[in-house]
């Protein structure tokens, strides 16, 4: 594995994660396999070849997949306490490794390093719920409708969860899954993005040291890279009870229908199309700041990032002025440095998406308000960064009802009552975030009620990005109906069991059945 030099302590940084040349690409812990084939991780921030990291072929994965097939029957006899026990050291661990794990991130995917730092801390934030919720997995009672009978409902562990995720958030997402999955019994199989395989290491590094400490072993946390390919490899294999998967909708599509062949479980967080609802009661200054934060933060890379502005017509120009006048300020460039507030796109394909959309958006009849570009020169060599964009346009345009993964702000107007934007809101295929920047308590709840915001989340006076790790996180449509992190999102890596206890010496059938002998 080639590591390049930059500035930012990124070697220092790599050298605290005890990343170092003899790494390999598939892990059941600290057992590292090799095979042939290669991917490539390539900073965006200033586009040097990062690492070279090995491929998971068939082979390995089967041991890996036995690995973790064999820790299991240790794992799941555990007490779940005890098991959050471990999850907690796991914190631990990343409450030590903040600063070089977010330093990476930011590095390896782009995003800034206060956002790094943020992603890491979401992994903490998981680990301390998962910790209390280790002493919580209950279950409900019921009262049988025989006498001297007891009812009850319990939860098991799956087994193996497959997790596959996406490279925007490179190591939140993981740390989501498994963490609730550890404490609930199951051991976990990762699979990173192919865009940032070095995190996936990162991480891996950090759960093997505990999981060794505490003499358990290594297949309770695996790590496997590759493209789709090796994703297929998990999609396909019964041993994989629940697969969850972390992209785009295209993506999603396929593994639903492939997990779904076999009668496994997805977890699907798929896609977004955000938008937030500016109302004539809206605070202006608040609005700007959700807006612009949720258009350009991490470069318009979020699920939850904001697409769609859809702006009442009584203030559709003092908003779209304001918002105008906030990208002026905007700074583009390497996201390590604190003074920049956008970085990179994560790759050349992502800057083409970006190019096609602004195309498209203009050929459909839009207007662009804030002209986008592709930056070159000092600092921009990697090719990856561009102008946050904005164009006024139409919600059926088909550029607007698309997610393109890029900042491009799309202006949309609205007249008339609120549920004429609600339409424009819900008049999409995704269904993952949305917000409605409002001080009408009416308009706030009917936005908030069922023939309101159709989507996962909905926020009012808050933009679309971010999210807390208490609510359960997620989308429905087109995202995908899954939900993680927390509330009651520990179910899904669980079985539910019915248990009914007879404590008589009678046998009565349920609904007064009779059948004598
Ligand atoms: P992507 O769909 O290209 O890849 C995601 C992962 O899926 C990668 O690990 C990839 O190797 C794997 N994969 C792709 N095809 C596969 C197949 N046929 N079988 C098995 N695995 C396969 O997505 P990306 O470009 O990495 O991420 C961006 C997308 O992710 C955006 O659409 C974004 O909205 C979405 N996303 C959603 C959420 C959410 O919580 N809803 C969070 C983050 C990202």
């Known amino acids: 594995m080639a590591v390049s030099l930059i500035d930012f302590g990124i070697q220092e940084a790599l050298q605290q994660l005890g990343i170092e040349l003899h790494n390999k690409g598939t892990s059941t812990g600290s057992t590292w396999y090799s095979s042939e084939e290669e991917i490539t991780s390539f900073s965006p921030v200033d586009g040097k070849l990062i690492a070279e990291v090995e491929s998971t072929s068939i082979d390995d994965y089967e041991k890996v997949i036995e690995t973790a097939a064999e820790a299991y029957k240790l794992w799941r006899v555990q007490p779940a306490p005890l098991r959050g026990d471990i999850v907690r050291q796991f914190g631990e661990a990343l409450r030590k490794l903040k600063e070089p794990l977010g330093k990476l991130v930011s590095y390896e995917m782009g995003k800034s390093y206060q956002e790094g730092l943020g992603e890491v801390q979401e992994m903490i934030d998981i680990c301390d719920f998962a910790v209390g919720l280790s002493r919580q997995l209950h279950g409900f009672t019921m009262h049988s409708e025989r006498p001297g009978h007891r009812m009850y409902e319990q939860y098991h562990p799956l087994g193996i969860v497959g997790i596959i995720s996406a490279f925007n958030f490179p190591v939140a997402v993981w740390a989501w899954n498994t963490a609730l999955a550890w404490i609930c019994g199951d051991v976990c199989v990762w699979k990173p993005s192919e865009k940032t395989p070095l995190c996936g290491i990162a991480c891996q590094h950090i759960i093997a040291k505990v999981l060794r400490d505490n003499q358990l072993p290594e297949g309770i946390s695996c790590l496997i890279n590759g493209n789709y390919k090796v994703g297929e490899m998990m999609t396909t294999d019964k041993r994989i009870p629940l697969i969850s998967a972390t992209g785009s909708t295209r993506m999603g599509k ?11 479980k997805s977890l699907l967080e798929l896609g977004g199309n955000n938008a937030i609802i500016v109302t004539p009661d809206a605070d202006i200054k608040m609005t700007v700041i959700g807006a612009v934060f949720g258009a350009v933060g991490t470069a318009g890379q979020r699920c939850t990032s904001t697409r769609r502005l859809i702006i009442h017509e009584d203030v559709y120009d003092a908003v779209k002025n304001a918002v105008v006048d906030a990208y002026k300020q905007l700074k583009i460039g390497n996201p390590l440095d604190e003074n920049n507030h956008v970085g990179p796109l994560i790759d050349t394909d992502a800057v083409n998406g970006y190019k096609n959309a602004l195309q498209k958006v203009v050929d459909q009849g839009g207007n662009i308000i804030v002209e986008g570009g592709v930056l070159s020169g000092d600092g921009y060599e990697s090719g990856c960064y561009v102008k946050p964009a904005i164009a006024e346009a139409n919600n059926s345009f088909e550029i607007v009802q698309h997610e393109t993964f890029a900042p491009v702000l799309y202006l949309l107007k609205y007249s008339g009552s609120v549920e004429n934007a609600i339409d424009i809101q819900n008049g999409v295929a995704q269904g993952l975030s949305s917000a409605i920047m409002t001080n009408n308590l009416r308009e706030a ?37 899954g939900r993680e992190s927390g509330s009651d999102a520990w179910k899904v890596y669980m079985r539910r069991q019915t248990n009914t206890i007879n404590y008589t010496t009678e046998l009565p059938l349920a609904q007064g059945i009779k059948f004598d002998l």
């Open 445 to 481: 709840e009917l936005f908030l009620s069922h023939v309101g915001s159709d989507c996962g989340i909905a926020n009012v006076n808050i933009g679309t990005s971010g999210a807390e790790i208490g609510g359960a996180f997620g989308g429905e449509k087109e995202t995908g109906g």
């Open 254 to 264: 396929i593994v639903a229908a492939t997990v779904g062949q076999r009668l496994g």
